[in-house]
């Protein structure tokens, strides 16, 4: 058990059983090509484990994003023939989401999955915040248990949550302030500093009453981001910023436009891309100082070069406290990844919108429903 949630060790005697395993093999696919397996890879230990038990074992994930209905744009074809190589002997169903029951949740879907299984094992974290047929049904008919990869997430950010070494520091950014201030809202109930970068922080900078140029913006959000701010725990916004002048354009170069260090207060037609370089360093120096650093968002355009430098000092520090440092959040991970520290952080979570979620609530309805499968 982990934080109440059944492990692989809890099924029992797996010896001649058929086990389901949902998984996320939602891999990047170009031109039927899988251009990166690690999220196959990620799930070999939970498979080689159940088949090392004597199990028949029946993989099932979701590919892309297709309507409910077969789709050839989103054949599992390739899939299953890269694992055919790397775990030789695992079934793989198709596409989940071919069926509209997936989505929906509907009995019929959930009752054709748990057929001819004897045990159902959820190793698919980055979908666990989902109520889908694969996710939420089969603990309601089968012995449930969380694979290794979930479990690993579950102990990593319930784990933080819970007993966090101190000072707990969480790193914010990316581009949506909206879709992350219910986050940090939670993230202020137990970290003890939030350090905004990226294009979040202009929201912010904007409730201190700065001017903030064409920076990316969120009027509707700038009372919350104000409210936010009066609170007592110290919220870190950047004191300088690298901006583009007018006339330039994000990953053209070539069109021009000057690219400038400023303060916090722009002039109209200047886009704040990057926090700058102070702003880094004093980024770096909360981070070095930290018991524990979550990083979620970058801290500017990373994906064009002129404006890395804030997102590579953040990763830079990362690897370098001695800190309990997780990242989480798709952007953030590629970030680790380009930076070349993500073997350097003691953990990179596997699901985006997933790993938020479980922070910002303590739960998810995959976990839940693993829980309450215990009960049968
Ligand atoms: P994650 O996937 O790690 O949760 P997000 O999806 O929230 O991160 O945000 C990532 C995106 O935010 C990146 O593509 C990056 O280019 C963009 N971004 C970061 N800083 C800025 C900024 N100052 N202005 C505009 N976009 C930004
Ligand atoms: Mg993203």
């Known amino acids: 058990m982990i934080f109440g949630v059944p492990e692989l ?27 990166d397996d690690l999220r196959i890879r990620a799930a070999l230990p939970t498979l080689r484990w159940l088949q090392k038990q004597g199990a028949s074992v029946t993989a099932c994930s979701h590919l892309g994003r297709p309507k409910g209905t077969p789709d050839p744009r989103y054949s599992i074809a390739p899939v299953r023939a890269r694992l055919a190589e790397l775990a030789p002997g695992v079934e793989l169903l198709d596409n989940l989401r071919f069926d509209p029951g997936e989505e929906s949740n509907s ?55 819970d007993q966090p070494r101190r ?48 920076s990316l913006l969120e009027e509707d959000m700038i009372d919350t981001c104000a409210r936010l701010l009066e609170q007592p725990k110290p919220i870190h916004l950047p004191t300088d ?11 053209e170069p070539e069109a021009g436009g000057e690219v400038r260090q400023a303060g916090v207060d722009l002039p109209d037609g200047w886009m704040g891309v990057d926090i700058g370089p102070g702003t880094a360093a004093a980024f770096g120096d909360v981070i070095m100082d930290a018991g524990t650093a979550l990083w979620n968002g970058p801290m ?29 959040g798709g952007d953030s991970a590629a970030a680790a990844n380009q930076f070349g520290v993500d073997d350097r952080v003691d953990h990179v979570s596997t699901g985006g919108g997933a790993s938020l979620e479980l922070l ?17």
Do not use: W
């Open 241 to 251: 910023v690298t901006a583009l002048g007018p006339g330039g354009k994000l990953f």
């Open 300 to 328: 500017g355009v990373f994906e064009d070069p002129r404006f890395a430098a804030g997102t590579n000092a953040v990763a830079q520090a990362f690897a370098e406290t001695r800190a309990f440092t997780v990242v989480g």
């Open 9 to 35: 060790e809890d099924l029992g005697d797996l010896d001649g059983k058929s086990v389901l395993v949902r998984v996320d093999f939602n891999v990047p696919i170009n031109h039927g090509e899988i251009s």
């Open 360 to 376: 910002e609530q303590g739960d998810l309805p995959g976990l839940e429903a693993l829980r309450s499968s215990a009960d049968h």
């Open 107 to 161: 009995d019929a879907m959930v009752a054709s999955l748990v057929d001819g299984h004897d045990a159902y094992v959820n190793d698919a974290f980055g979908a666990s915040h989902r109520a889908h047929a694969s996710i939420v049904g089969p603990p309601q008919h089968l012995p449930s248990a969380a694979g290794r990869l979930l479990a690993k997430e579950i102990g990593v950010l319930l784990g933080l949550r």
């Open 167 to 214: 000072p707990f520091v969480a790193v914010m950014g990316g581009a949506k302030v909206s879709d992350k201030l219910t986050v940090i809202e939670a993230l202020l109930e137990v970290v003890d500093a939030i350090v905004v970068g990226g294009g979040m922080a202009f929201t912010f900078l904007k409730a201190q009453g700065h001017s903030v140029g064409s």
